[in-house]
């Protein structure tokens, strides 16, 4: 997803939910971004400072990762997938292509590449802060 356009989208749900709380400052949006979700934070957080209307002139953007979740499509293993462990140049391939996952990524259960990816993807907004 293009950082711009998501940016836009987090401003809006923001201020939809701070409507409803009835907040008159913003003060921390905590969004979380899936690990294999195609995202640039500084590009987001970049956007967002320079979209952002005055309900969030003082907030703080907090962008974290989310850990994805796979599961195996032979033995229906599921498991826990962090970038982390892997090498930094196959984590920059995955990060630009999550299809190319499948080709570095294989079931520790039962060593088959074939999977599905159950979270990982999306961006949703954790928690929102404000003043009343
Ligand atoms: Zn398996």
Redesign the pocket.
Known sequence: MHEWALAEAILTSAKQVAEQEKLKEVTEVTIKVGELQQIEPPILRFALSQMKSDLFKNTKFHILKAKSTLK??????PWQFSLKKLDKATAEAIHFVPEAAHSFIK??????P??EIVSGRGVWLQDIKGAK
């Open positions: 195996c499509r032979v033995c229906a293993n079931c520790p259960k039962c060593g088959s074939d999977f």
